[in-house]
């Protein structure tokens, strides 16, 4: 089971996003006011200003917007996890999330821009929220 | 706009060590600004402007004024990461056309490569902020942003890897002509102190997918200092003033559906060279921030030397080399590539910058008049800031 750090609460803006994972929803934010989709997490609209943001559940399918396979982290949490996508995800419902692709034989060679993914919910060896990760669909 | 010419550099200096475990960062700042000082003739006691990018052990408005024992009446800390001293020469010319200032100081000292602070591979350490939060499980490193930045210009531009590595290669045969930037890659324990070639790039190992190690900037301790003066003051130093003629300020960060290959330059760059009345076709020197060879691409991009997409073909065939023609010369001090990178290179873009139109470079262009230092501070790919700084020969 992987070790990947869990998100600390000095501040409130991604508290919900995080509480969420525990049910495996992937969650991000649209304007009452103005429909701007607002991600990641914050207490107000980037477009008009307003506090009135909805939660809204994604479906959690998107596309790589980009990537690169990270071959080397001295992060003690991630220096023995092999070489790894980090990856922009462009989620259908309009918002951008970084995160991981994993699920694949090898990241070198099967990872791509363009492709096509869907959350999963990985449990982490320490910590009560589970992390959003991606696989290929 | 016309062009005014109300504020220059006067006195200049680059701490020569890129290793240097036996001092503090706050000394390396004192000494360089005492350098630089005495490069333009001018006095301790003759500061009264102070810009800071809080570095240094104790350092920032308060610290460093009282270190130095001096009282300016203008004080300025900004930190906007590497760019930082692009913003605030910006702030200079702007404090000094407005006669709130005369002589101002800017000073940078660090212990990057004593202290082994892993700046490219380290990960994020930034903890319990809302961004951190979004980035901390996921293993982000920074040089990955940069690399998420190439791949995406590769997918949408079909730039290669071999047109980026000209970028490597323009900037070592640059730095082999400065004696400080051999001592710094002997120091720093480069595998091979030489010029480099495409096919050299291409077989440094990967470190985050599509970017090589000789693609990456070292890791060095260092500083300098730079004295930027109003024109009476400019009238009677020991240096030819260069001048400050045109800033740019911007940031830019993650968006949903933001392109990723476009920096905080294309915001900035065009402000400074309306304001300094020139065209990215006149410069004859470009000092542009190379944390890696792809901040470079978009950079030349974004500050108009060649459209977007298009930097691939024309980086290609050595173009950026100090004696070819067709394109500025590129950071012909040695870069962060090969000459000097602890964490904070925007000071360095303007002290060669004004060696250039002093004359004074190693790699000297033959007649430089123009010039612009283009920092680039933060995450290319993620959050960051672009300063863009245009300068002219006396
Ligand atoms: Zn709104």
Redesign the interface.
Known sequence: MTK????????P??QDF?DATKDEQLTYQQCNLCDE?V????ARCTSCGSDDLARKISKGEGTV???????????P??AD?G??A???I?LDE???????VVGVENP?DDVR??QRVRVIFEKQEEGEYL?PLFIPI | MAQQREAAIVGIHEYPSRYAPDVSAIQIKATSIKAALDDAGLQWSDIDALYDAQDGEGGGGLGLSAYLGIKPTVIDTTQVGGSSYEFQAAHAMRDIAAGKANVAILSYGSKSATLRT?IG????TR???????????????L??NY??????HM?EYGTTSEQLAEISVATRYHAMRNPDAVQAMTDLQFVGVNEITVQDVMDS???????HLLECCMVSDGGGAIIIASKEVARNTKTKPVWLIGSGEATKY?????D?TVSAGAQGAPIAFAEAGVNPDEIDSAMIYDSFSITVAVCLEDLGFCKKGEVGDYISGGRMKFDQHGGPALNTDGGGLSSNHPGMRGMFLLLESARQLRGESTSQVDGAKLAVAHGNGGLL?GDHTGGTIVLAAD
């Open positions: 990947r750090p869990m998100p600390q609460f000095f501040e803006d991604t995080w989709i991600f990641t997490p914050r917007y980009t990537y690169s396979v990270i071959r080397q982290n001295r992060n949490a991630f996890l070489a790894y980090l990856a922009y462009d309009g918002f951008r999330m970084l995160s991981n070198l821009v363009g992390i | 892993p591979t380290g990960g994020a903890s319990g902020s809302w961004s951190a939060n979004m980035e901390a499980p996921y293993g982000s490193t040089i990955a690399a998420m930045v190439a791949h995406r997918h190992r990967v470190i985050a997918d599509p970017l993650r968006e949903n559906a933001g990723i790919g």
